[in-house]
């Protein structure tokens, strides 16, 4: 133990999150912190990948030693405890970014990644064990991701969650006082967790880095207080503003209903990052010039109107007229409806970004109606589908990148032998067959792994295009286009 304790201390000198001077104070508070007796034999680290790299072997110790209780989350509670050892208070990394962001926005915003990402708040070790390929489609590149990076509860965390008392403190995973808050088995760690605090317009907010990132630097800015998502004319007002506080990154929001929501709609918060997604390369079926602002249709499986304006209050002028219109707009030979009844069917998906100088904000529409047909959602992943994703599509795949459930790594493993060994399907992966004997006359043992890949991003494509409001069809491109120059004409 004493060795992968020197092995992390290095680890960490190494990428600067402490110093060398503060080398003796950390080993006495770690050596503190698991009951270890100190001495003064000198180890000779040996460099790591990951700080799980020491710390795995130290947890495995301590379980051997009976201070945890061999359950995954009893070993994450800790593990964070051990790193918060190495953290900077939260008003020095405060002070150290807003003194560089003076200077140098995207090497602020940079380095605080690098930081977290060293610290062990963003789980680096487990993020590199997603599964993650690009395939061409026809709008362009698409992004897969099977998601394995954030373990399962293993039954015996389970119990201790279930038997544990609740709180309601933090209200929420995205709420302030999760800045250091030490964790239980029904709410994990946030020991090592920081903020930066900052103001839009008159309103205080908070940015940080989420712990299981999609893209690179994966952003999450969040209100102060604890309220619902809502897009309203002062979302996009404040998506843009972001765009100018952070140099370089883009920043987007999930919808505000459900079905078409995200997964946290109870508190208001954007996601953002320095990340170039596939709707941002996408070609345009329809192009208007109004006094130099381009009004764009984009060749996209989801309803996306892009605006382009070096002046932000005209990008936010027409944004706010197509919110507008767009939750009052029905159209019958689309079966498109605004309501029933009283009950709000429309919103909007909104993404923002800076580029030469002008303002670009895509406002992909959303619409949660249901039917008899499609009770989980007109315009959601259709039930033949749901054997590769049945949850919501929210703002990250609605760009283009696919976040599909870890449960695909072993069910596609079936499906490989179940193509190139005619092996039975387990009962996990029969949801799969009509999937796989829709190519398996394709199959070869030397082109299966890229015929699975290839086949799974068509199937993410037809994903995204049953949410697409307008089809893409000569009809709806059509009626598209007369909707968008009602309002901007």
Request: proline fraction near 3%; hydrophobic fraction near 35%; aromatic fraction near 10%.
């Amino acid at each position: 133990m004493r060795q992968d304790i020197e092995n992390l201390i290095n680890y960490e000198i190494k990428n600067n999150v402490i110093t060398k001077r503060d080398y003796i104070y950390v080993k006495n508070q770690i050596y503190g912190l698991l009951n270890l007796e100190l001495d003064y034999k000198e180890y000779k680290p040996v460099d790591i990948l990951y700080p799980s790299d020491a710390l795995n072997n130290i947890l495995d110790k301590l379980e051997e030693s009976n201070m945890l209780d061999g359950s995954q989350t009893a070993r994450d509670l800790f593990d964070s405890k051990i790193m918060n050892i190495f953290a900077k208070l939260p008003s020095t990394i405060q002070n150290d970014f807003d003194l560089l962001k003076s200077t140098n926005n995207k090497l602020a915003t940079r380095n605080l990644y690098e930081y977290v990402t060293h610290l062990n708040y963003i789980r680096k070790d487990r993020i590199d064990k997603n599964i993650s390929f690009k395939r061409a489609s026809k709008y362009g590149f698409l992004e897969i991701t099977i998601n394995l990076s954030k373990p399962e509860k293993d039954p015996k965390s389970i119990a201790m969650a279930l038997n544990s008392k609740q709180s309601e403190y933090p209200k929420c995973l995205l709420c302030k006082e999760n800045e250091g808050f030490s964790g239980n088995f029904s709410r994990d760690s946030r020991n090592q967790h920081r903020l930066i605090q900052f103001n839009l317009k008159d309103e205080k907010w908070f940015f940080q880095y989420s712990p299981y990132i999609y893209y690179n630097e994966h952003a999450i800015v969040f209100s102060d207080s604890h309220h619902p998502m809502k897009i309203e004319n002062k979302t996009f007002e404040r998506l843009l503003d972001l765009t100018d506080e952070f140099d370089g990154y883009f920043f987007g929001s999930n919808a505000d209903l459900p079905i078409v929501g995200g997964s946290i709609l109870t508190h208001e918060h954007y996601q953002g990052g320095s990340y170039v997604f596939p709707i941002e390369l996408a070609s345009s079926l329809y192009e208007k010039n109004i006094n130099n602002t381009i009004f764009k249709i984009l060749n996209w499986p989801l309803s996306t109107i892009r605006i382009e304006s070096k002046k932000k209050e005209e990008v936010l002028l027409f944004a706010n007229k197509i919110l507008e219109t767009w939750k009052n707009y029905s159209n019958e030979a689309l079966n498109i409806k605004a309501y029933t009844n009283e009950v709000p069917h429309h919103t909007i998906t909104p993404i923002a970004r800076k580029k030469d100088n002008k303002y670009v904000l895509d406002l992909i529409l959303r619409d949660n109606q249901t039917s008899s047909k499609h009770p989980g959602g007109i315009y959601h992943p259709h039930e033949d589908k749901w054997h590769i994703k049945k949850e919501n599509i929210g703002l990250i795949e609605a760009i283009g990148l696919a976040i599909l459930p870890g449960r695909l790594k072993d069910e596609l493993e079936d499906v490989k032998d179940y193509l190139i060994l005619d092996k039975k399907l387990s009962e996990n992966s029969i949801k799969h067959q009509k999937w796989a004997d829709s190519f398996k006359a394709l199959a070869t043992k030397e082109n299966i792994d890229e015929l699975i890949e290839s086949e799974l991003s068509k199937k993410f494509e037809e994903i995204l295009e049953d949410c697409g409001v307008f089809k893409l069809n000569d009809l709806g491109i059509n009626q598209f286009i007369k909707y968008l120059e009602g309002v901007i004409l």
